[in-house]
C-alpha cells in the first residue's frame, strides 16, 4: 500500500457524498440507498438446480440442502420492493455474468483458484460495487470510502472483477490474465499491499471478518470524536462477504459477538449460503442454525432466500439492513456455488478447482455467454465506467464538506487530520518517562502503564485493549473511559476472553487509517491463541501493538501452562514483526517509541511480571538499535569476554560482569532488546557493538536457547530454558533451571 504521508488530505481521504451513489441524482431522503428495481430476471438457458437435474452422485448433497432449508426457523425474508428506476433487466444479468466469466477465465488461465463462490457471489457483489458502496476508483486509500471485506478470501477473484469493472487501476486486463502468477497484482488471496482497492488481507477464514469488526469499530469510534450535529464528517459503512468456512472458525464468532455487544449498526455482513465446503456439503460438520446464533449474539438477521437471481430481494435486504442503526446485520443469502455450471455447480468440485474446458464451454452455452475470454462487453463497461466521475464527484462534495468542518471546528479538523494522514504530533516522543538507577524497581508490565498513559496524551489515535486481563496486563488508560455501545469515544476497548478476535478486530482497526494505532494485550502465552491474526498483521502491514505480559517463568506459581519458554524465538522466526523484550523503564520507553513509529511492522512488547531495577547504561535510544552496549571495561573493541542478556536477564549479565571485572576481566555487556532492529543496523555498527574477533560470547535469557547460535557463534554458549517451566516462586524456579549470575560467570569462564 502507498504511503499516504506525502498526500495532501483530498488524496489521503476518499471523498463519500451524503447523496446518492455514483451517478445518482442528489435525494432529500437521509436513507443512502438509491437504487433501481428491475423485475426478478430469468436465466434463459439455465437448467433447473433442483436434485432431479443433478448428476446421481450430487443428489444426496442437493436433497440435504433442500431439506435444511425447509426445516429452517423461518427467518423472515427481505420483501421486494421497488427502490428507484429500473434498469434494463438484461444489462444486470450481463453485468452479473460478466463477473462470473472473468472468475472463470482468470482461474481457467491460471488453473488455479476458487471459481465457485464468485460464481455464486456475483449478484450480491454486482448490487454492493455498482449500486451501494461509496468509493473513487482513482483513489482507493480516501477516508470517508465505504469498506469492503470478502472475508471469504479464497473467492478472490469476485473482488478483482469488481474491482476491474469499477475502474480501479490495479485491476487491468493483464492484471486479471496474471491471476495467481509472480508479481501479480491478483494474487491468490487477497492482500492489501498488493492491491489497492483491497482493504485487508484475507485467505485463513474467519480473519476477515473480524478485520470488518475492527473496521467497524474504528468508525464509529472517529464519528463518535468527531462528528458534529451540523456535519457529520465520518458517515461510511463496512460490508462483509463471509462463508460457511468463516462460520465455522472460532475467530468469527469471537468478533461477531463483540460486534453485537457494541452495536455496530454500520457493519452488514453477507453470509454466503451455499452449504458447500471443501469436503463436501456441510451437513457432514455444520448443522447448526446460525441465524439463530446471530440472532443471540445482538445482530440482526435477514434471509435472502433468493441470491441466485432475486436482486431486489438483496437490494431490500440492504435497505432494510441500513435501517437498523444499532446492531450490526447478518444478512443470509442462499446461493448455489458455480452457479451456471450444468455439470458441477452445487457441488464441492467448483470449489476450489477450475471448471475445465469442456465444462466452460458447457456454462458458457448455459448462461448463453458468446464472448471470449475475458471479454467485457460494451454495454457493460459503458454501464460500469460511470463509477470513476462518479467517484471523483463524491470525493470533491466531500472535501468541501471537510472545508467547511476545517473552518469551524479547527482543532477537531487538525486532529482527525492527522489520524488520517497518520501524521505524529510534533515531539510527541518527549512525552514518554525516563528513569535512572535511582528510580524505584518496577514490573516493566507497570512500567509499559507509564507508557501507555503518557502516549495516549498525545498520540490521538491509540486505544486499545486486554482480552479480559487489564489489571494484570496494565493496559488501562486512566483519563479515559470504555468504548462501549452507548460511548464509543472512550479509548479503553474491553474484550474479553477473546485473544484470536481481539487480534483480527485490531487489524482492522489499524488498517482502518494510518493514525490509528491499536495496541492489544494479554498473557505472553496465550499469543498462542491469536498467532494467525499476528501472522496476517505482520503480512498485512497493520502496525497493531501487542502488549505480552508475564514473559518468561519469571511469572513464578501459575507454572508451565502459563510460562512461555518457545514464544520469543517463534516471533523472531516470523518475517516484519519485532520481537522487543525491555529490560528496565528506560527500554520499556524506547520499546514504545519504536512500536508507535512503525506503523506497517507490528511489534511484540513482552513485559515481566515481576519487579526489575533500572540498569545503568539503558536507553531509549540504544534500543532503536535493537542491540547496544550498557557498560564495557575493555578497550580496542577487544573485550575478554561479550555477555548478552534480554528483558529480565540483563540484570543477570550486569551482575556477572561486575564479578568478572573484579578479577581483572574485561568485560562487556550487551543488551539484544530486539533482534530484528539489530540485523537493521548497519555491518558497521553490529561489528562495534559484537566484534566477530570475540567469540567468547555468553548469552541468557529465559526461554529456549533456539536461534542463539546466531548470536554466541559455535563456541560460545546460549544459558536458557529448553524445557517447560514448573510452578514455584520466581527466584526458585530461576536457581533450579541455572538462570543465574553465577551460571553466566561459569560460562564466561569456559568460553574464555
Not at 428491475?38 to 443428489?59: D, E, I, M, N, Y
Request: hydrophobic residues 40%.
Amino acid at each position: 500500500m502507498a504511503s499516504t504521508s506525502s498526500l495532501t488530505l483530498s488524496q489521503a481521504i476518499l471523498a463519500r457524498s451524503t447523496s446518492a451513489a455514483h451517478g445518482a441524482n442528489p435525494s432529500p431522503s437521509s436513507d443512502r440507498l438509491t437504487i433501481p428495481s428491475p423485475s426478478l430476471p430469468t436465466f434463459s438457458g439455465l437448467k433447473s438446480s433442483s436434485p432431479r437435474s443433478l448428476p446421481s452422485a450430487r443428489r444426496a448433497s442437493a436433497s440435504a440442502h433442500a431439506r435444511r432449508l425447509a426445516a429452517a426457523r423461518p427467518v423472515r425474508a427481505a420483501a421486494v420492493e421497488t427502490l428507484g428506476s429500473a434498469t434494463e433487466t438484461t444489462l444486470i444479468e450481463k453485468s452479473v455474468n460478466t463477473i462470473r466469466f472473468l472468475a472463470i477465465d482468470a482461474v481457467e488461465k491460471a488453473n488455479s483458484g476458487h471459481p465457485g463462490l464468485p460464481m455464486g457471489c456475483a449478484p450480491m457483489g454486482h448490487i454492493l460495487y455498482d449500486e451501494v458502496m461509496r468509493y473513487n476508483p482513482k483513489n482507493p486509500y480516501w477516508f470517508n470510502r465505504d469498506r469492503f471485506v470478502l472475508s471469504a478470501g479464497h473467492g478472490c477473484m469476485l473482488q478483482y472483477a469488481l474491482l476491474h469493472l469499477a475502474g480501479y487501476d490495479s485491476v487491468k486486463e493483464e492484471d486479471l490474465k496474471s491471476f495467481r502468477q509472480w508479481e501479480s497484482k491478483t494474487p491468490g488471496h487477497p492482500e492489501n499491499f498488493e492491491t489497492p482497492g483491497v482493504e485487508v488481507t484475507t485467505g485463513p477464514l474467519g480473519q476477515g471478518i473480524a478485520n470488518a469488526v475492527g473496521l467497524a469499530l474504528a468508525e464509529k469510534h472517529l464519528a463518535a470524536r468527531f462528528n458534529k450535529p451540523d456535519n457529520e464528517i465520518i458517515d461510511h459503512y463496512t460490508y462483509a462477504i463471509l462463508g460457511d468456512g468463516c462460520q465455522m472458525e472460532g475467530i468469527a464468532n469471537e468478533a461477531c459477538s463483540l460486534a453485537g455487544h457494541w452495536g455496530l449498526g454500520k457493519l452488514i455482513a453477507f453470509y454466503d449460503d451455499n452449504h458447500i465446503s471443501i469436503d463436501g456439503d456441510t451437513e457432514i460438520a455444520f448443522t447448526e442454525s446460525v441465524e439463530k446464533r446471530f440472532e443471540g449474539l445482538g445482530w440482526h438477521v435477514i434471509w435472502v432466500k433468493n441470491g441466485n437471481t432475486g436482486y431486489d430481494e438483496i437490494r431490500a435486504a440492504i435497505k432494510e439492513a441500513k435501517a437498523v442503526k444499532d446492531k450490526p446485520t447478518l444478512i443470509k443469502v442462499t446461493t448455489t456455488i458455480g452457479y451456471g455450471s450444468p455439470n458441477k455447480s452445487n457441488s464441492y468440485s467448483v470449489h476450489g478447482s477450475a471448471l475445465g474446458a469442456k465444462e466452460v464451454d458447457a456454462t458458457r452455452k448455459n448462461l448463453g455467454w458468446p464472448y471470449e475470454p475475458f471479454h467485457v462487453p460494451e454495454d457493460v463497461k459503458k454501464h460500469w465506467s460511470r463509477h470513476v466521475p462518479g467517484g471523483a464527484a463524491v470525493e470533491a462534495e466531500w472535501n468541501l464538506k471537510f472545508a467547511e468542518y476545517e473552518k469551524k471546528y479547527k482543532d477537531e479538523a487538525a486532529e482527525l487530520k492527522s489520524i488520517i494522514k497518520g501524521e505524529l504530533p510534533a515531539g510527541w516522543e518527549k512525552a514518554l518517562p525516563t528513569y535512572t538507577p535511582e528510580s524505584p524497581a518496577d514490573a516493566t508490565r507497570n512500567l509499559s502503564q507509564q507508557c501507555l498513559n503518557a502516549l495516549a496524551k498525545v498520540v490521538p489515535g491509540l486505544l486499545g485493549g486486554s482480552a479480559d486481563l487489564a489489571s494484570s496486563n496494565m493496559t488501562l488508560l486512566k483519563m479515559f473511559g470504555d468504548f462501549q455501545k452507548d460511548t464509543p469515544e472512550e479509548r479503553n476497548v474491553r474484550f474479553g476472553v477473546r485473544e484470536h478476535g481481539m487480534g483480527g478486530i485490531c487489524n482492522g482497526i489499524a488498517l482502518h487509517s494510518p493514525g490509528l494505532i491499536p495496541y492489544c494485550a494479554t498473557f505472553f502465552v496465550f499469543t498462542d491463541y491469536m498467532r494467525a491474526a499476528m501472522r496476517i498483521a505482520a503480512l498485512a502491514g497493520a502496525g497493531v501493538i501487542y502488549v505480552m505480559t508475564h514473559d518468561s517463568i519469571g511469572l513464578g506459581e501459575d507454572g508451565p501452562t502459563h510460562q512461555p519458554i518457545e514464544h520469543l524465538a517463534s516471533f523472531r522466526a516470523m518475517p516484519n514483526i519485532l520481537m522487543l523484550r525491555p529490560a528496565d523503564g528506560n527500554e520499556t520507553a524506547g520499546a514504545y517509541k519504536v512500536a508507535v513509529l512503525n506503523r506497517k511492522r507490528p511489534s511484540v512488547i513482552a513485559l515481566s511480571r515481576q519487579k526489575l531495577p533500572n540498569l545503568s547504561g539503558t536507553s531509549i535510544e540504544g534500543v532503536e538499535k535493537g542491540g547496544y552496549v550498557i557498560s564495557d571495561n575493555s578497550s580496542g573493541n577487544k573485550p575478554d569476554v561479550i555477555l548478552i542478556g534480554t528483558g529480565s536477564e540483563l540484570e543477570i549479565a550486569a551482575k556477572a560482569a561486575d564479578e568478572l571485572r573484579k578479577e581483572g576481566k574485561a568485560v562487556r555487556v550487551v543488551s539484544l532488546v530486539s533482534w530484528e532492529l539489530f540485523d537493521d543496523q548497519s555491518p558497521e555498527y553490529k561489528e562495534s557493538v559484537l566484534p566477530s574477533a570475540v567469540s567468547a560470547r555468553v548469552s541468557i535469557e529465559a526461554g529456549t536457547t533456539f536461534g542463539w547460535e546466531k548470536i554466541v557463534g559455535s563456541q560460545g554458549k546460549a544459558i536458557g530454558i529448553d524445557r517447560f517451566g514448573a510452578s514455584a516462586p520466581a527466584g526458585k524456579i530461576y536457581k533450579e533451571f541455572g538462570i543465574t549470575a553465577e551460571a553466566v560467570i561459569a560460562a564466561a569462564k569456559q568460553v574464555s
